[in-house]
């Protein structure tokens, strides 16, 4: 093979990479929706598409209201999922910044440990969200 097949196949191996990575992203999403909706309902909002008479309802949104603070994963097309933080003053979206998956899971992963470290009903569904 010359230089030119082998960066080819090289992208498309680099692409496919991308595809399972964001295939697994949405098998994220579902699972993380399932979680917060059992373990902290009155923080979470999920939003779910699909065709109204269809069987499966994907999740289509996550959205996860801190009071100052909210947190959103959105998917957009079959394999893509957008994340985002928000900034709120009195329940009104000041600020909506689109950050890195990696990101958004460490500040909320911070914000639930700042919300466990205020009562113990937090604490109880942070343990069950990490432990299963």
Request: net charge negative; charged share 30%; glycine share 6%.
């Amino acid at each position: 093979m010359d230089d030119s097949t082998d960066a080819s196949l090289d992208l498309l191996v680099t692409a496919a990479d991308l595809r399972l990575s964001n295939e697994e992203v949405i098998a994220t999403l579902e699972r993380l929706a399932r979680m917060f909706e059992l373990a902290l309902p009155e923080h979470a909002a999920i939003t779910r598409g699909g065709w109204i008479f269809s069987k499966e309802k994907p999740v289509a949104s996550l959205a996860l209201d801190f009071g100052d603070v909210g947190f959103e994963l959105a998917r957009e097309g079959k394999v893509h999922v957008r994340a985002t933080v928000q900034k709120r003053v009195r329940g009104v979206v000041l600020k909506t910044d689109e950050i890195p998956l990696d990101d958004w899971t460490a500040r909320v992963a911070a914000e639930l440990n700042r919300l466990a470290g205020q009562n113990a009903r937090a604490r109880a569904a942070l343990h069950q969200l990490t432990q299963g």
